[in-house]
């Protein structure tokens, strides 16, 4: 089956780690997938399997003067279909922020459309609901190409058209029960049917890793914004340390907090355990946990003062598929794969009670490596990449 994949980015760009592989995984399983990120950046993503992706990947810049006049002409020759666009973008946005937004890809939505159409696809799907969907949306109405969306977190909650997208969607993917409940309080009951609970997947190493480092090491991988809750993480570490527990901390990844997390690190004076390693390529990460360089991955995810929370964020279990003991918090989708015993869930923004999981962890090797291989047979269980991309591609093949 062809199938056309909308992106924001990837295989460009540093973010969307977890698209590589589903992709990947679709094209092992005999599908022709081709990436159309929306906003491509200048340079291909660190690492193998963006290298991989980037081999059947369309490049069209969001702006140009080619992008520009091909949807002069489109107008020009389909103008009710333009209006249409145009009157469904300002009646299903809800506001003049999200208006522009939108507006902003229609040229690109266009070209999309004429390309796919000339390229024979049977599906178009898009990762996220915010503008690439958009862009989908308006790519299958000019193409007549059938398209879905697969929503994850953030931009259920920003709720951009989403009534009109999934109206004339084929269906929509949440990644997390609690997702799906969320999209299904925004949107018409008669869509309901449409609203699918398809988790993100993740490859399953032959080998899981060595439970035992020379020092007990936490990782936290993610980006650096406040969802993630980094300080948390920081306020437990000077908690061990003054405990006097022996332990080295690293955090990888990078976003608009790192200037604030670096002065936070020096003014709680943990730089000699604490390091902000910046962003990894997503192999090397995963490198890691093969080799055994982890001991503990913790995602300290709060709830923001706006409302945003995280859905099942692949950080989490990517570790688990590796049998690295995991800890996070009970916010968004994280109780659907740790609820069970497969990891420790904390409260939120509670740095003591962060502290004292991490602490038990520490302490006792044998309660780490059970945690672990708990955490092994959920991901072998529930979110195996090979099993959850047969789930997706039989979907696509429904509603080709």
Same mark, same amino acid.
């Given at each position: ?98 208006? $522009? +937004? ?5 040229? &690109?939505? %266009?070209?999309? @459309?004429?390309?796919?159409? !000339? ?120 908690? $061990? +340390? ?5 332990? &080295?901390? %690293?955090?990888? @990844?990078?976003?608009?907090? !790192? ?138 093949? !429904?509603?080709?």
């Amino acid at each position: 089956m062809k199938i056309a994949y909308i992106t924001a980015q990837t295989p460009y760009g540093a973010g969307e780690s977890f698209i590589p592989p589903e992709v990947i995984e679709l094209r092992r399983q005999g599908h022709e997938v081709v990436v159309f990120p929306l906003r491509p950046a200048g340079e291909i993503g660190k690492g193998a399997e963006c290298e991989e992706v980037a081999k059947y990947t369309v490049r069209i810049p969001l702006f140009s003067f080619s992008v520009l006049l091909r949807t002069l002409r489109i107008v020009v020759l389909c103008p009710r279909l333009a209006v249409r666009v145009f009157i469904d973008i300002v009646k299903g946005s809800g506001s003049m922020k999200k208006i $522009l +937004k939108n507006l902003v890809v229609v040229p &690109k939505g %266009f070209v999309l @459309g004429e390309e796919m159409k !000339k390229m024979g696809f049977a599906h178009i799907h898009a990762h996220w609901a915010s503008t690439p969907s958009t862009a989908a949306y308006i790519a299958s109405l000019y193409s007549g190409i059938p398209w879905s969306l697969t929503a994850h977190r953030w931009d259920i909650q920003e709720g951009n058209m989403l009534e009109t997208k999934i109206r004339f969607s084929e269906f929509v993917r949440a990644i997390s029960v609690n997702g799906a409940n969320e999209i299904k309080s925004k949107i018409s009951k008669t869509l309901w049917h449409k609203v699918n609970v398809i988790h993100m997947g993740v490859r399953l190493p032959s080998n899981k890793c060595s439970p035992e480092q020379d020092v007990f090491t936490i990782a936290s991988v993610g980006n650096l914004i406040p969802v993630k809750g980094h300080r948390f993480l920081l306020e437990a570490c000077l908690l $061990l +340390k003054q405990r006097g527990k022996i332990f &080295k901390c %690293f955090l990888i @990844g990078d976003g608009p907090l !790192k200037q604030e997390l670096s002065e936070m690190i020096q003014e709680l004076d943990l730089g000699d355990v604490v390091t902000l390693c910046g962003r990894m390529p997503h192999d090397k990460v995963l490198g890691m946990y093969q080799d055994g360089c982890i001991s503990v991955l913790v995602h300290p995810s709060i709830v923001t003062e706006d409302g945003e929370r995280e859905g099942i964020p692949v950080a989490l279990m990517e570790a688990m598929a590796f049998g690295v003991p995991v800890i996070s918090t009970n916010t968004g989708g994280i109780p659907e794969l740790l609820g069970d015993g497969s990891g420790i869930l904390v409260p939120p923004a509670d740095s003591k009670a962060l502290a004292d999981a991490i602490e038990v962890i520490l302490e006792n090797s044998y309660y780490r490596a059970e945690l672990g291989q708990k955490g092994r047979k959920k991901i072998e269980r529930d979110f195996s990449l090979t099993s959850v991309v047969r789930q997706l591609a039989e979907l696509f093949q !429904k509603h080709a």
